[in-house]
C-alpha cells in the first residue's frame, strides 16, 4: 500500500482532469478486441475473449496461461504499438464517452486524474483493498509502464460546465469510436481537443468531490507507482507534476446518471450447506424456500440484514439476527451506519463468528452479481453460496463521506468502462 501522505509526492489542489493521447486499437469497430474489467474474467472467459480475437486486450490485462506473466504484456504491448495494432491519438485531448443499451445511458469523461489521499476528500476511497491484487496490479503496471483500463469515478456535477459539454457533444457531434459489445451494449468515444472546452472543463471538476465507483486496488497502484517513481525521482516544485502524478480515470456526474449498484456474493469452499445453516440457526432465524427463484424473492423482500443460502436445490434465508451477538463481533469506532450494512454483518459477524473465517481472497470466493453462476461455484467446490441484497448508494456515499470504508467487494457500481477502449501509456 502506498503511503498515507509524503511531502514530495505531488499535492493536487482540487480534483484535477488533464488531456492525454490515448491509445486505441487502430479498427474501425473494435468490439473484438475488448474486454470486461480484469477482475470480472475468469478462465473462460478468458479463452472465450481470445477466441473472438488474437489481438483481444485481455492479452495485455491479464497476461500469459497463469495471467501474471507481466513481461509478456510489456513485449505484447510494444509490439502492438510498433505493428500499428495500437495507434496512439497525434493530440492531446479528453475523451466523451458514453454506454448505452436497454434500460442503460451513461455518458462521462475519461482524462488523467490528479492522485490525492483520502485524508484531503478530493478523491473518495468506500472500500477497502486487499495486498495480493494491489501487488498483480503494481507488478503489471510497472512492467507495462501503463494504464490499461481506467477506475471509475463518480461526481455531483450539477448543471456544470462539465456536464453540459458531455451531452452536448455526444448529441451533435461524430464519434471516433462507435461499437457494440457482446453483452449488447453500445459503446461511443469522442476526443475533445479543444484547449478552451478542456480548461472549462477542468475549472468545473477542480473544486468537487469523487467518490471511487470501481477500481479501489488500481487506484491504490496508481498512487503505490506514484511513490515508486518520486522516491527513484526526486522531483523540485518547479519540475511540475510528472506521468505518474495521475491514473486513466472515468468520471461520471452521477446526479445526471445515477449509477446501477448490484451485489457481489460470496462463495464458501469446502462448507457444505447443511453444516453452514445448522452453525447458523443459532444466531439467525432460517427459512427454507422451495428452490433459488424463490428464495431470491423473499431475499429481496427482507428489509433487515438478510442472506440467502443455496447450493442447489431448497435455498435457506438467514434474517433477524440476534442483536446482542451481532453488537459484540462489531469493531469498536465504527458509525451505526456502517455497523446496519450488510457486508459489514457478513464480515465481521456471519463469516468470522458464526462460521469461523475470514472474508478475505484466500478463504472466500466472490461472484459479481449472478447468484446462478455462484450457486455453480458452490456446487462445484463442496461449498455453500451467500448471495445478498446490493447496498444502497446513499449507505455508501455516507459511510464514504465520514472516511469509514465498507468491506471488500461489498459494492459491483456499474455500468464499468469497457477495457480496450482507451489507455494510456505512462513513459513514451
Known amino acids: 500500500m502506498p503511503p498515507m501522505a509524503n511531502p514530495e509526492l505531488s499535492i493536487p489542489d482540487g480534483l484535477v482532469i488533464r488531456p492525454f493521447r490515448g491509445v486505441r486499437f487502430a479498427i474501425a469497430d473494435p468490439a473484438a478486441m475488448t474486454s470486461p474489467p480484469y477482475d470480472l474474467i475468469g478462465e473462460i472467459g478468458i479463452r472465450d475473449l481470445l477466441a473472438a480475437h488474437p489481438n483481444n486486450v485481455v492479452r495485455l490485462i491479464l497476461p500469459g496461461a497463469d495471467r501474471h506473466r507481466y513481461s509478456e504484456a510489456r513485449q505484447t504491448l510494444r509490439a502492438w504499438l510498433s505493428s500499428g495494432v495500437l495507434v496512439t491519438d ?66 455531483e456535477g450539477g448543471d456544470g460546465t462539465a456536464t453540459r459539454l458531455v451531452d452536448e457533444v455526444a448529441t451533435t457531434r461524430t464519434p471516433l469510436v462507435e461499437t457494440v459489445t457482446g453483452d449488447g451494449l453500445g459503446h ?41 517513481h518520486h522516491a527513484a525521482e526526486p522531483r523540485d516544485a518547479a519540475d511540475g507534476p510528472s506521468p505518474w502524478d495521475f491514473g486513466l480515470a472515468l468520471l461520471v456526474d452521477s446526479g445526471s446518471y445515477p449509477p446501477d449498484l448490484q451485489a457481489i456474493h460470496r462463495v464458501v469452499p469446502g462448507l457444505p450447506l447443511d453444516e453452514a445453516l445448522a452453525r447458523a440457526k443459532g444466531a439467525w432465524q432460517a427459512h427454507e424456500h422451495a428452490d433459488l427463484a424463490e428464495g431470491l424473492a423473499a431475499l429481496r423482500k427482507s428489509a433487515g440484514p438478510a442472506f440467502l443460502l443455496a447450493a442447489g436445490g431448497p435455498a435457506h434465508l438467514l434474517t433477524d439476527p440476534d442483536p446482542d451477538q451481532v453488537g459484540h463481533a462489531m469493531p469498536a469506532g465504527r458509525s451505526d451506519r456502517w455497523r446496519a450494512l450488510s457486508t459489514s454483518i457478513l ?3 456471519l463469516l468470522p463468528k458464526v462460521w469461523g473465517m475470514r472474508d478475505d481472497e ?8 449472478d447468484p446462478e453462476a455462484a450457486v455453480r461455484l458452490a456446487q462445484d467446490c463442496g461449498g455453500t453460496a451467500v448471495l445478498m441484497n446490493p447496498l444502497a448508494v446513499d449507505d455508501v456515499l455516507a459511510v464514504a463521506a465520514r472516511g469509514e470504508r465498507v468491506p471488500r467487494k461489498s459494492t459491483s457500481f456499474g455500468p464499468k468502462p469497457r477495457t480496450g477502449l482507451l489507455m494510456r501509456l505512462l513513459t513514451p
Do not use: C, K
Open 362 to 369: 484466500h478463504s472466500v470466493r466472490v461472484v459479481h452479481h
Open 347 to 349: 464480515a465481521e459477524f
Open 90 to 155: 497525434e493530440v492531446p485531448g479528453i475523451y466523451v464517452y458514453e454506454q448505452s443499451g436497454p434500460g442503460v445511458l451513461q455518458r462521462g469523461l475519461i482524462g488523467e486524474v490528479g492522485l490525492a489521499t483520502p485524508e484531503r476528500g478530493t478523491i473518495l476511497p468506500h472500500e477497502d483493498v486487499m495486498p495480493g491484487p494491489v501487488a498483480d496490479r503494481l507488478a503489471l503496471m510497472r512492467s507495462t509502464e501503463a494504464n490499461l483500463e481506467p477506475i471509475f469515478l463518480l461526481y
Open 188 to 228: 461511443r468515444l469522442w476526443a475533445v481537443t479543444d484547449p478552451a472546452e478542456i480548461a472549462a472543463v477542468a475549472a468545473d471538476l477542480r473544486p468537487r468531490q469523487a467518490l471511487i465507483a470501481d477500481g479501489h486496488h488500481r487506484y491504490a497502484t496508481y498512487r503505490a507507482l506514484q511513490a515508486e
